[in-house]
C-alpha cells in the first residue's frame, strides 16, 4: 500500500503538497520562470496558482454535458460526462480556450418527492478520488462503490477523472501545473453544477479519498464558505515533508526530487501553495474517516488535521476505524458500509 504513496505524495503534494510524480515525469519540468537574456526574472508563471490568487479568482464553469449512458439500474443511471476546465492567466484572466475534462455521473431515477406532492431537484456531490497510475486508471475508479451508495439514496455524484485521464484533455507540461490544474477542475465543477438540469446547485457537497482529500482540503480553502465535505485519509500534511517521506521508495531515493524541489524554491514560496498554512479558512460541516491501519496515510496525520480543524469547524466529527486500511476495509468486516452509511447521514442532515 506504500506503493500508492509514491504516486499520492509524488502524487499528492509536489508542491503545495503535491504534483503527479514518478521520477520521469521530472524530465518535463519547465523553469519556474522566464528569465532575460541577463538573468533578469521577468514572469513567475505559477504565482497565480496559490491559494491566496485562486481565492480571488471567479471561476464561472460551463456546462456539464452528459454524453453515453454506462449503465442503468432500477434507482439511478450512470452516464459518462464531460465540461469544460479554464485555469487562470497571469494577466488575471480566464483562458478563453479550456480544456475538456470526462468523468462519471450518477443520477438518482425520477425527482424528489417531498409532501404536498412537490417534486424538487437532487443535491449534488462532488467526489475526488485519490492517486491512480494513469495506465491503469478506469473511470470511477475510487469513487464508484460509493456513487452508487449516494445515488440509491438521491443524491447525483459527479466524479471528475481530471486532465489526463479517461478522455479529458492532457494537462500543462509543466508538472508542477499539472497538479495545480486539480484544483482548478474541481473549481470549475463545482461551477458548473447549476447547468445540469436536475442538480440542486443550492445544496452541493464535496467526498475526498487519499489524494483526492488534499484536493478537497484546497478547494474548501479556496472557496472559504460553508460547504459540506466527508474525507476518507487525506494526504494532510505539509509540503515538503509529505514528499519526501515517501522517497526512501524511490529509485534514487529521492535525488531527482530533491533537485526539483530545490529548483521550484528559488523562485516561490511554497508556504503560498501548502494547505496547512490555510486550514483555518475551512469552515464546515466537514466528517474525516481514518483507518487505523493505514499505510498510504498514517493515522497520526488524521489525528493532527482532527485537532487543528477543530476549533474554528463547526460541526467537525472525526471517526477511526480499528483494523482499517487505506479504502475501509478489513478487519472488523463492515468497517467500509459503515463509513458510508455516515456519510448518507451526513450529508443527508446538511443537504437535504
Known sequence: MRNILVGVVIGAMLIVAGAFFKP??????????VVSPIGKVLEKPLEKYTINALSGRKFSGSDIVLDDALATESAYTVYAFHYISDGPTSSGGLRGAGRKVTGVAHLPAGRQVFQGGKSEKFPVIVQFRGYVDREKYVPGEGTKRSAEVFARNGFISLAPDFLGYGG??????????ERFQTYTAALNLLASVHTLPMADADRVGIWGHSNGGH???????ILHRSVPAVLWAPVSKPFPYSIL???????????????????????YDTELYSLTRYLDRIVGPLQLHQGSADEAVPQR?????????????HDMKYYVYPGADHNMAGPPAGAWNTVVARDVA????HLK
Do not use: C, N, Q
Open 346 to 349: 451526513f450529508f443527508t442532515v
Open 168 to 177: 479529458s484533455d492532457m494537462p500543462s507540461g509543466d508538472i508542477f501545473e
Open 301 to 313: 496525520w488524521s489525528d493532527e488535521l482532527a485537532k487543528r480543524l477543530e476549533p474554528t469547524v
Open 24 to 33: 520521469a515525469f521530472l524530465k518535463r519540468i519547465s523553469s519556474a520562470s
Open 245 to 267: 517521506y515517501y522517497t526512501d521508495e524511490a529509485d534514487d531515493h529521492g535525488k531527482l526530487l530533491r533537485l526539483a524541489l530545490s529548483t521550484f524554491e528559488k523562485d
Open 215 to 221: 484536493i478537497a482540503l484546497t478547494v474548501l480553502e
